[in-house]
């Protein structure tokens, strides 16, 4: 059986024993994923009742695909759950997948559970070990978190694998990475880490081998780029307003450009989420620590352009309805920050909604898979999954997550539900001229009507 040299150790290739530590979002697709490859898999997490859940098949947020493949691989032996951290004690390869969510009190990074990971693990884990951060972190966190690592247990070591999933897609991306990206310091800590992907490395992923600092800064600056291109076709939207155009036939237009490219630009309410708006802040907040801040100085108006956008939908809903929104039916069609996910943290939909709630609306809000979610965070709102029930009576309806089900609506079948026939599309994805053609008045932001 092939071995791989490793810090004067040798490790069975074909036996790795993997454990993921953190079975939240990133950590439950990514175990239940590396045991489809064939490895043996234990997920731990300090939490019971989650471990209780994932240990039975069901995952605890919605993700299309992956309770399936859960399913699957708990019932095939390679794929178990634990609260036990002794129990990972044997494997070979420790994949850190821990939140990091952003301070109450600033813009950074609260680095608590990668931390707290680290340190917990680090006693326990047999020498020649490797321990892989995939949560997305500070520069310079994990030259910080290998010095410790080396302290406890010197015969281990550390490297950063950053993950890029998209939510709705996370396990598709994780079987089918478009590249891998491993921060290390030695050639056996890469050795190890081609015998987990050597599947992807088969099928032609790009494999970048990169310092840890830069291993890194991969994630945060794909997600800041990916920031600034939606908020740049929000600010021509804005530009487009006063001055009479169309973002959509614009967005067309540059798009065609190679250079550019006509992913993302979409105008419309901006994004949200869990990763996306604190990844950009922690990354001010580290440019500032770093000395560096004015690099990053278009971040604050990137931000700013993101939040302006859902202002501009609520002033267009005073515009269109009544300056006073006391008693007023708003029907809110979408819940999540985006389709195909039942994720509410930062959403720009549930955000709108609860400012109109606020001014003394009557909000109704219908979403296929964040219903539940968003009353545990927002139990003020009133939330249904009868779409009917939501559209009934509505006095203005707001398209503000692009669900397949908005998508198909019939404008004729739903105007027979309204008390007002008026539409924000605050995603530009409905059929604007077969919605006029029904009889409704329509607004989307970057269009000439919504001035």
């Known amino acids: 059986m092939p071995t791989v040299p490793f810090r004067g150790t040798t490790i069975s290739a074909m036996a790795l024993k993997i454990s993921v530590i953190g079975t939240g979002y990133l950590g439950a697709t990514h175990a239940a994923c590396i045991s489809s490859l064939g490895f043996e898999v234990i997920g731990i997490d300090t939490d019971a009742s989650k471990i209780a859940a994932l240990s039975q098949g069901k995952v605890p947020f919605y993700e299309p695909e992956l309770e399936d493949l859960l399913s699957q691989e708990i019932a095939s032996g390679r794929l178990t759950f634990s609260t036990d951290f002794e129990a990972i004690k044997d494997a070979d390869v420790h994949f850190i997948c821990v939140g990091t969510p952003q301070v109450k009190d600033g813009l950074a990074a609260d680095m608590t559970y990668v931390r707290g990971a680290l340190e917990a693990i680090a006693p326990i884990i047999k020498a020649g070990s490797l321990v892989v951060g995939k949560s997305t972190v500070p520069v310079g966190t994990a030259a910080a978190l290998r010095t410790r690592l080396l302290e406890i247990n010197p015969k281990t070591d550390l490297a950063w694998n950053p993950e890029f999933l998209r939510e709705g897609f996370a396990v598709d991306d994780t079987l089918h990475p478009n590249r891998l990206v491993v921060g290390v310091t030695n050639d056996g800590a890469e050795n190890i880490l081609k015998e987990v992907y050597a599947k992807n490395l088969i099928d032609g992923v790009p494999w970048v081998r990169a310092d840890l600092p830069t291993s890194e800064l991969v994630k945060v ?46 105008a419309g309410i901006g994004f949200g989420g869990g990763c996306l708006p604190k990844d950009i802040r922690a990354f001010m907040a580290r440019a500032q620590e770093l000395g560096a801040h004015q690099a990053l100085e278009f971040l604050r108006e990137i931000d700013s352009i993101n939040l302006r956008a859902r202002q501009r939908v609520i002033d267009l809903v005073r515009k269109d309805l009544s300056e006073d929104l006391v008693g007023k039916k708003v029907a809110v069609l979408g819940a999540a920050f985006k389709p195909d996910s039942d994720d509410v943290r930062d959403s720009p939909a549930l955000d709108i909604a609860v400012q109109i709630h606020a001014a003394g609306a009557n909000v109704v809000v219908h979403d296929p898979k964040a219903t539940g979610p968003a009353a545990k965070r927002f139990p003020a709102l009133t939330f249904t999954e009868d779409l009917n029930e939501c559209l009934k009576g509505a006095e203005i309806v707001l398209h503000l997550t692009e669900w397949k089900i908005y998508r198909e609506l019939d404008p004729v079948a739903v105007k027979g539900l309204v008390k007002s026939a008026i539409l924000i599309d605050g995603r530009n994805m409905l059929d604007r001229s077969a919605w006029q053609a029904a009889g409704w008045h329509v607004r989307a932001l970057g269009r000439a009507d919504s001035r």
């Open 221 to 266: 600056a794909a997600n800041s780029f990916l920031a600034t291109k939606i908020s740049f076709i929000n600010a021509m939207a804005e530009i487009c307003e006063a001055a009479g155009g169309d973002v959509t036939v614009l967005a067309k237009a540059i798009g065609y450009d190679p250079r550019i490219g006509n992913r993302f630009l979409q």
